[in-house]
């Protein structure tokens, strides 16, 4: 008698079906790739961030579709994500799109990604519009280098610690933002970054008002405190290459302390930081003991200072 054999993992990935990302329009509808109405026809599955603004999509788009929809946000993504892949091993297409641009860029789509590619399931995408890339473009800021960082901590102490990580960054930083936390966010960025380094804000990128604002941080942040509206994207000049001559004390110290509220101890901050600089590090080392003399005595003479009643 001879015994069922399982299938081979070769024959499983054979029969399983494909994950498919989708761009979808950031503002103008036009924008939408065509590929993008043929795979929502074709899906068997459409897991959408919000399934009000999909239909919205389908409309416009006169595309008819037949396969199930669910929805798959932030809230339900670690339970749903689960479902999908179940689906894939069974043999359906999965057609994930979120509310605008790329799925996974500070949308859902990551964990169903990582789930699929553990389980060595077929992906693939079709490329959209992207805000990053539209704002990057845009901005008339160095293009040939860039780091995207999202979103930044709401929080005004967690917001400042995460800028300072990237004080010295010389690549150009692109951030999304809400509008009615943009000028805290300018400022904070005036603040670490410096007043004078130069931005853009993104507004209502190919939508109907769209606008681009550009100039020194302290400027954009004046203007952003008088209020902003729609969604906003980021563009924020890298760190200027700086030598031994236009690093002062103070500067030393500021670097010194990023390093270590990084977790750095101060003898590895100081090495590195000398290092960058170009500079020994006992002139380094005596630029951190004199700011900290300099607070211990000025606490010292507000009563401050150890030992006041």
């Known amino acids: 008698m001879t015994g069922s054999t399982a299938p081979t993992a070769s024959a499983s990935a054979a029969s399983a079906g494909v994950l498919v990302l989708a761009g979808t329009p950031i503002g103008d509808v036009s924008d939408a790739p065509p590929r993008l109405a043929k795979e929502l026809e074709a899906a068997d599955v459409i897991a959408a961030e919000d399934t009000r603004r999909l239909r919205r999509l389908t409309q416009a788009l006169g595309v008819f579709t037949t396969g199930r929809v669910v929805s798959y946000f932030e809230g339900n993504e670690s339970a749903r994500t689960p479902e999908l892949v179940e689906a894939l091993e069974g043999g359906a297409r999965v ?8 799925p996974s860029v500070s949308d859902p789509g990551y964990r169903l990604v990582a789930a699929a590619v553990e389980k060595d399931l077929k992906i693939t995408a079709v490329p959209g519009p992207s805000a990053v890339l539209t704002a990057l473009a845009l901005s008339g800021l160095p293009v040939d280098r ?26 150009t930083l692109v951030y999304f933002e809400a509008p ?28 109907t008002y769209e606008e681009v604002k550009r100039g020194p941080l302290k400027k954009l942040a004046e203007w952003a405190a008088e209020g902003v509206r729609g969604e906003i994207t980021v563009v924020v000049e890298g760190a200027p290459e700086a030598g031994p001559a236009e690093l002062d004390a103070d500067e030393l110290v500021r670097r010194v302390q990023v390093r270590e509220e990084a977790g750095e101890r101060r003898k590895e901050a100081i090495a590195a930081v000398a290092a960058e600089a170009g500079l020994p590090k006992r002139e380094v080392f005596d630029a951190v003991v004199a700011a900290k003399n300099a607070a211990r005595a000025q606490g010292a003479g507000t009563g401050e200072g150890k030992g006041a009643s």
Do not use: N, S
Not at 95 to 102: C, E, N, P, Y
Not at 150 to 156: C, D, N, V
Not at 180 to 204: I, P, Q
């Open 146 to 171: 860039f780091c995207f960082e999202g979103f930044l901590p709401r929080k005004a102490g967690e917001r400042l610690g995460r800028l300072r990580e990237v004080a010295d960054e010389r690549r």
């Open 95 to 102: 057609l994930l799109v979120t509310d605008a641009g790329m």
């Open 180 to 207: 009615h936390r943009l000028d805290d966010t300018l400022a904070a960025m005036a603040e670490v970054f410096g007043e004078g380094r130069r931005a853009a804000v993104c507004r209502e990128l190919t939508k």
